[in-house]
């Protein structure tokens, strides 16, 4: 039995179908809608099998002293989404009249991803949304072999837009940690917001996103987005009075044993940021096929 807070995701192909055991605790959900399939192969230069899984927390959301643990790990011949029900809401503190002890005023959430040969891991989530007072700490740690892929999405907006709040966490920290199977760092990124008048400093701003794509099954759409910038710096916009909704920088990432790119992506509206996010990502529909790809496109 796994831990308060722990979830463990394991794929992989037998014999031509794919298995898919979960387990979870409290507070933590995890669901898989596609837990079996026989779907051959849905690219002329893949065979990965595809799968579905859904992380999820009980009340909509987690709270200050929470501690998410999930384990995934992708073997070969498959290809796993992982994807969320909603933005995950992070909740201020609770109130006490007590001190809170350490670290129990603050959430923590963590992956440890592992990502096979000729597997695919795709992390897709609803971004993070800190209510007003809330300390979130997030950590994404992945270990990709040769010849794996993955492309791992790590966004979040200012708050509850509706309620008024923008900007009003105590703090928000994520981590994103790539290394390659021999232990050797190959990505590294760390966000750390915290509450100094983020509202002044960010007008203009409401959702970021970080978005990593490694690997050969997914090398194309690195290109693709690799172009499309450099076409848009070659031929900026028409007109100086149009600027574009969202602003984006893309990094190439050259590595002896991966490669690939890292976009970072800001824009005032997070919908709009949804939107511009899934249109780059529409690629990946012939690789993990139209049923695991509707459930992303219409999440």
């Given at each position: 039995?796994?831990?308060?807070?722990?979830?463990?995701?394991?794929?992989?192909?037998?014999?031509?179908?794919?298995?898919?055991?979960?387990s979870s605790a409290y507070p933590l959900k995890i669901i898989s809608p596609l837990a079996s399939s026989t779907v051959?192969?849905?690219?002329?230069?893949?065979?990965?099998?595809?799968?579905?899984?859904?992380?999820?927390?009980?009340?909509?959301?987690?709270?200050?002293?929470?501690?998410?643990?999930?384990?995934?790990?992708?073997?070969?011949?498959?290809?796993?989404?992982?994807?969320?029900?909603?933005?995950?809401?992070?909740?201020?503190?609770?109130?006490?009249?007590?001190?809170?002890?350490?670290?129990?005023?603050?959430?923590?959430?963590?992956?440890?991803?592992?990502?096979?040969?000729?597997?695919?891991?795709?992390?897709?989530?609803?971004?993070?949304?800190?209510?007003?007072?809330?300390?979130?700490?997030?950590?994404?740690?992945?270990?990709?072999?040769?010849?794996?892929?993955?492309?791992?999405?790590?966004?979040?907006?200012?708050?509850?837009?509706?309620?008024?709040?923008?900007?009003?966490?105590?703090?928000?920290?994520?981590?994103?940690?790539?290394?390659?199977?021999?232990?050797?760092?190959?990505?590294?990124?760390?966000?750390?917001?915290?509450?100094?008048?983020?509202?002044?400093?960010?007008?203009?701003?409401?959702?970021?996103?970080?978005?990593?794509?490694?690997?050969?099954?997914?090398?194309?759409?690195?290109?693709?987005?690799?172009?499309?910038?450099?076409?848009?710096?070659?031929?900026?916009?028409?007109?100086?009075?149009?600027?574009?909704?969202?602003?984006?920088?893309?990094?190439?990432?050259?590595?002896?044993?991966?490669?690939?790119?890292?976009?970072?992506?800001?824009?005032?509206?997070?919908?709009?940021?949804?939107?511009?996010?899934?249109?780059?990502?529409?690629?990946?529909?012939?690789?993990?096929?139209?049923?695991?790809?509707?459930?992303?496109?219409?999440?």
């Amino acid at each position: 039995m796994p831990a308060a807070g722990e979830g463990r995701i394991d794929c992989r192909a037998i014999a031509g179908r794919i298995r898919q055991t979960v387990s979870s605790a409290y507070p933590l959900k995890i669901i898989s809608p596609l837990a079996s399939s026989t779907v051959s192969a849905t690219s002329e230069t893949t065979a990965l099998l595809p799968s579905v899984a859904f992380i999820l927390s009980y009340g909509g959301g987690i709270v200050h002293g929470d501690r998410i643990l999930v384990h995934a790990s992708v073997h070969p011949g498959c290809a796993l989404l992982l994807l969320t029900q909603g933005s995950t809401k992070v909740f201020r503190q609770r109130n006490s009249t007590s001190k809170p002890s350490l670290g129990n005023d603050q959430t923590f959430q963590t992956m440890h991803l592992h990502v096979a040969n000729n597997s695919l891991l795709c992390v897709l989530p609803d971004p993070v949304t800190c209510f007003k007072g809330a300390r979130y700490n997030q950590r994404q740690a992945v270990t990709i072999q040769k010849g794996g892929s993955l492309i791992l999405l790590d966004w979040m907006t200012s708050g509850r837009m509706s309620r008024g709040e923008r900007w009003e966490f105590e703090k928000y920290f994520s981590v994103n940690v790539v290394r390659l199977e021999d232990g050797e760092l190959a990505i590294r990124d760390a966000l750390l917001l915290e509450q100094e008048q983020l509202a002044e400093k960010l007008v203009d701003v409401d959702a970021f996103a970080y978005l990593i794509i490694l690997g050969p099954a997914v090398e194309f759409i690195a290109s693709s987005l690799l172009e499309k910038h450099q076409d848009e710096r070659i031929r900026p916009a028409r007109s100086t009075s149009i600027q574009p909704l969202v602003k984006w920088s893309i990094s190439p990432i050259s590595h002896k044993q991966i490669q690939g790119v890292t976009v970072r992506a800001a824009c005032k509206r997070t919908d709009e940021l949804k939107l511009w996010i899934k249109s780059h990502l529409e690629p990946l529909q012939h690789i993990i096929g139209d049923s695991a790809w509707s459930m992303y496109l219409n999440n």
